[in-house]
């Protein structure tokens, strides 16, 4: 039964669904502004939410690595524990360092993802490969988008207070702790614990394991396999970024994600400021619920035509930062959020497309690295009270003036005809697009 693909993906989809029911996180801002914990806004917007984008990056790159040393498995439960630890720091805890505690916690969660990503690959049979990632991506899509709306109508009917909501999160997350030790633990790794497959079937022999004599020495073994786990990364880094279509696209990727990340976590302070929640009925949960559902669609039903919608994004945010609407500032909001669903899966389509799973994993974990240096740099100058520690509505506007130029990256020259990308492609290129289109559902992971 453990030996089945369908036994650890439906573990996995069972842990990916209850650790992304979060009913409180759309409320986050309205919650740590509020009675409960009287922080001000300037408070949460210059010291607290910053340290998020910091924390990350610092913890990116050593969790990307222990994650594939450990096999993935470790690194799952260590996720829910943090995730758990996130929550209860939010529940018990008032002061700003407490806060900001609470997200450092949350980064290490964050840039655990990849252990979700990526273990089911390390389990199941490539031919499974397409099945598996189409349900823990749309289990994730229905955990998040439940969470929202669960948020919203306890919210909305006074249900439950906003502690309470926490509480019924601990719940939610101890049972995604529970279901991570009855994963099977994987016996290989993308790249610690890559089997040789120039070694007879039942050698057992493992690329980065050494010979029998070098396993004398479990030291100089672990040194010289993470020695040459970090040569062999290097020599795949060159090779991809060597491409003239990957390092454009990976570029927008960098850029577009940046600009994004910063105003989704800013965004909740917008609204406070647009429209106080103690004032007036709030729907930011019936709001992430219909981008994230939206979003979704867009990005499986649109057809690849990127001239039309390069400044539909920017344009959004301009709306939503000097229109003084609640309801204008979350229509901006959900179309912002839909484009760039959409015009993201592209680029992950144009990158993945002729990639290993191992060499997507390398340059999807590089495109993320430089996304967050250029939000740390933004971060710093912009919001951090060490820097400009500019207010909400000139935020907006500089992240306004970011995507402006980013879109319009869309237009770059496709590698063969030159021609402009996706909007009139050459006979090359749309034969390129049909015989990769396999490999969209691996780009979206």
Same mark, same amino acid.
């Given at each position: 039964?453990?030996?089945?693909?369908?036994?650890?993906?439906?573990?996995?989809?069972?842990?990916?669904?209850?650790?992304?029911?979060?009913?409180?996180?759309?409320?986050?801002?309205?919650?740590?502004?509020?009675?409960?914990?009287?922080?001000?806004?300037?408070?949460?917007?210059?010291?607290?939410?910053?340290?998020?984008?910091?924390?990350?990056?610092?913890?990116?790159?050593?969790?990307?690595?222990?994650?594939?040393?450990?096999?993935?498995?470790?690194? /799952?439960?260590?996720?829910? @524990? &943090?995730?758990? %630890? #996130?929550?209860? !720091?939010? $529940?018990?805890? +008032? =002061?700003?360092?407490?806060?900001?505690?609470?997200?450092?916690?949350?980064?290490?969660?964050?840039?655990?993802?990849?252990?979700?990503?990526?273990?089911?690959?390390?389990?199941?049979?490539?031919?499974?490969?397409?099945?598996?990632?189409?349900?823990?991506?749309?289990?994730?899509?229905?955990?998040?988008?439940?969470?929202?709306?669960?948020?919203?109508?306890?919210?909305?009917?006074?249900?439950?207070?906003?502690?309470?909501?926490?509480?019924?999160? /601990?719940?939610?997350?101890? @049972? &995604?702790?529970? %279901? #991570?030790?009855? !994963?099977? $633990?994987?016996? +290989? =790794?993308?790249?610690?614990?890559?089997?040789?497959?120039?070694?007879?079937?039942?050698?057992?022999?493992?690329?980065?394991?050494?010979?029998?004599?070098?396993?004398?020495?479990?030291?100089?073994?672990?040194?010289?396999?993470?020695?040459?786990?970090?040569?062999?990364?290097?020599?795949?880094?060159?090779?991809?970024?060597?491409?003239?279509?990957?390092?454009?696209?990976?570029?927008?990727?960098?850029?577009?994600?940046?600009?994004?990340?910063?105003?989704?976590?800013?965004?909740? @302070?917008?609204?406070?400021?647009?429209?106080?929640?103690?004032?007036?009925?709030?729907?930011?949960?019936?709001?992430?619920?219909?981008?994230?559902?939206?979003?979704?669609?867009?990005?499986?039903?649109?057809?690849?035509?990127?001239?039309?919608?390069?400044?539909?994004?920017?344009?959004?945010?301009?709306?939503?930062?000097?229109?003084?609407?609640?309801?204008?500032?979350?229509?901006?909001?959900?179309?912002?959020?839909?484009?760039?669903?959409?015009?993201?899966?592209?680029?992950?389509?144009?990158?993945?497309?002729?990639?290993?799973?191992?060499?997507?994993?390398? @340059?999807?974990?590089?495109?993320?690295?430089?996304?967050?240096?250029?939000?740390?740099?933004?971060?710093?100058?912009?919001?951090?009270?060490?820097?400009?520690?500019?207010?909400?509505?000139?935020?907006?506007?500089?992240?306004?003036?970011?995507?402006?130029?980013?879109?319009?990256?869309?237009?770059?020259?496709?590698?063969?005809?030159?021609?402009?990308?996706?909007?009139?492609?050459?006979?090359?290129?749309?034969?390129?697009?049909?015989?990769?289109?396999?490999?969209?559902?691996?780009?979206?992971?």
């Amino acid at each position: 039964m453990r030996s089945d693909w369908r036994y650890a993906t439906s573990l996995l989809c069972t842990y990916g669904f209850f650790s992304t029911v979060k009913p409180l996180e759309p409320f986050l801002i309205p919650f740590l502004t509020g009675p409960d914990k009287n922080l001000t806004s300037e408070q949460v917007n210059n010291r607290i939410l910053p340290v998020w984008t910091y924390s990350y990056l610092a913890v990116l790159v050593p969790v990307f690595l222990l994650t594939d040393w450990l096999r993935y498995k470790p690194v /799952l439960f260590f996720q829910s @524990v &943090a995730l758990f %630890v #996130t929550n209860a !720091l939010l $529940l018990w805890t +008032k =002061s700003v360092a407490a806060m900001q505690a609470t997200q450092f916690v949350y980064s290490v969660v964050t840039a655990c993802d990849v252990a979700y990503f990526s273990y089911i690959y390390s389990v199941i049979e490539v031919k499974r490969y397409k099945k598996a990632t189409s349900y823990i991506r749309s289990v994730q899509l229905l955990g998040y988008t439940v969470g929202s709306v669960l948020g919203q109508v306890l919210v909305s009917f006074d249900l439950m207070s906003y502690d309470n909501i926490l509480v019924l999160t /601990l719940v939610l997350i101890a @049972v &995604a702790m529970v %279901v #991570t030790p009855l !994963l099977p $633990l994987p016996k +290989k =790794s993308m790249f610690f614990h890559r089997k040789n497959h120039d070694a007879p079937e039942d050698s057992g022999v493992d690329i980065h394991m050494g010979s029998n004599e070098e396993n004398r020495s479990d030291t100089q073994t672990s040194t010289r396999r993470f020695g040459k786990v970090l040569s062999l990364l290097w020599q795949d880094f060159v090779e991809c970024y060597s491409s003239h279509n990957l390092l454009i696209w990976s570029l927008w990727w960098a850029l577009a994600t940046c600009g994004y990340n910063q105003t989704v976590n800013y965004v909740q @302070v917008l609204w406070e400021h647009v429209e106080p929640s103690q004032n007036a009925s709030i729907y930011n949960g019936g709001v992430e619920a219909v981008s994230n559902l939206l979003g979704s669609a867009t990005a499986y039903g649109v057809e690849l035509y990127l001239g039309g919608l390069s400044g539909l994004g920017a344009a959004s945010l301009f709306l939503m930062t000097f229109i003084g609407n609640i309801w204008v500032c979350y229509a901006g909001y959900v179309v912002f959020k839909c484009l760039y669903t959409l015009l993201i899966t592209i680029a992950m389509y144009q990158i993945a497309a002729g990639l290993s799973v191992e060499r997507y994993a390398l @340059v999807f974990g590089v495109n993320t690295f430089g996304a967050l240096v250029l939000q740390t740099i933004l971060v710093f100058v912009v919001v951090d009270s060490s820097g400009l520690g500019l207010g909400i509505i000139p935020q907006h506007l500089n992240y306004n003036f970011l995507f402006s130029p980013v879109y319009n990256l869309c237009k770059l020259f496709c590698s063969h005809c030159h021609g402009f990308l996706r909007i009139f492609p050459c006979k090359i290129c749309t034969e390129e697009m049909q015989h990769n289109e396999y490999n969209v559902l691996f780009a979206i992971t």
